[in-house]
């Protein structure tokens, strides 16, 4: 384990404040080692690419119940200063369940990444077989997690664009400063999952390892945070771009906003491709490098994946269950002709 922390290097020194080009800089020393194990290890692209693929069903799943809204309920909601409607609730519902797909086979692909890092640093081979071995036992505390933490991220993401009513310039910075904190106090979770550990006691090591870590976590995060917001931006424009160029795909005629939000998957998928495939995998092996020299040094313990017999797992037959529950229930209301009535449902809420 010692050899594979000492190619991740030593990238930060404990005193100084860390600025924006520190975190770049500190990202980018990291970027060199994650992508030479990445071209070692195929598996990472692979699961890096099928998490890609996630996004991808899970927004076509999101966007599926704007097409069974009439253009005439945007155009009240729009001119409307009333919220709480039956239909804000169902909607909220259908998108919080959306995410809750996509993120149960993604925060499996995620757990794999770290198992690929652990079993590297032991000497082992890191087959997609293996890593899943690794990984299934803790599918319901992994799939807890990221249903949550993709959850705020996508609320974020949403209140970031923007619109007529957002937020006031303190509610942004405020919710954008508990939003940054969340993902710095959350970063050591996934390697503690993988490792074996349960969703409280990994919780509590992600704590200990930030207070121990901080300034190589604050790094990490600032220059993950960073190039998201550069992607982010870019993809901004790109969409700007793609729509003045294709025009026929503006928000016109009958279903706008579903043709809108149907064809601004294009942009969406890109930038999301950008990060799942090139800054996502070096994040996570980031993250349990830092997890691994703070376990070994601090903690005084060694890490061996499988985990230990007897140590705290979750259930993977819920989490299936569960998740196969929620998608057979979409997928019924998306192919089941008039969609067991929700569109009018949601429509009805607005008109009154």
């Not at 699961?47 to 155009?75: H, K, S």
């Not at 993977?316 to 019924?332: E, K, N, P």
Request: glycine share 10%; aromatic share 14%.
């Amino acid at each position: 384990m010692e050899s594979i922390r000492g190619r991740m290097g030593e990238v930060v020194k404990p005193s100084d404040k860390p600025s924006f080009a520190d975190g770049l800089s500190a990202f980018w020393n990291r970027t060199v080692f994650s992508v030479r194990l990445i071209f070692e290890e195929k598996e990472l692209l692979t699961f890096a690419l099928l998490q890609w693929v996630c996004i991808g069903i899970g927004y076509y799943l999101w966007v599926q119940m704007l097409g069974w809204l009439p253009d005439e309920m945007w155009e009240r909601a729009a001119n409307s200063s009333h919220g709480g409607r039956l239909g804000d609730y169902i909607m909220l519902a259908w998108s919080f369940l959306c995410v809750g797909v996509a993120t149960f086979p993604m925060s499996i692909l995620s757990g794999c990444m770290g198992a690929v890092y652990f079993l590297k640093a032991q000497g082992k081979e890191s087959t997609i077989p293996a890593c899943l071995k690794i990984v299934l036992p803790a599918t319901r505390d992994l799939w807890l997690f990221h249903w949550v933490d993709g959850w705020w991220t996508v609320v974020r993401i949403l209140a970031r664009l923007p619109k007529k009513r957002g937020e006031s310039p303190v509610e942004r910075a405020v919710n954008e400063a508990v939003y940054y904190a969340w993902k710095v106090a959350t970063i050591g979770i996934l390697p503690g999952l993988v490792t074996g550990r349960g969703l409280m006691d990994a919780g509590r090591r992600s704590l200990g390892m930030v207070k121990s870590r901080l300034r190589d976590v604050l790094l990490l995060r600032g220059g993950y945070s960073a190039l998201c917001w550069i992607v982010g931006i870019a993809s901004y424009i790109f969409s700007i771009w793609f729509f003045i160029a294709f025009p026929e795909f503006r928000y016109q005629g009958q279903q706008f906003m579903y043709r809108f939000y149907f064809w601004m998957a294009v942009p969406v998928l890109c930038a999301s491709g950008v990060v799942l495939v090139f800054l996502r995998p070096v994040y996570i092996i980031s993250a349990c490098a830092i997890y691994t020299d703070y376990v070994q040094t601090e903690r005084k313990e060694s890490i061996m994946v499988p985990a230990r017999p007897g140590q705290k797992r979750g259930s993977f037959d819920f989490a299936f269950t569960m998740a196969v529950i929620i998608a057979v229930v979409l997928l019924a209301v998306v192919f089941t002709p008039g969609h067991f009535g929700i569109g009018e449902l949601v429509a009805g809420s607005w008109t009154r």
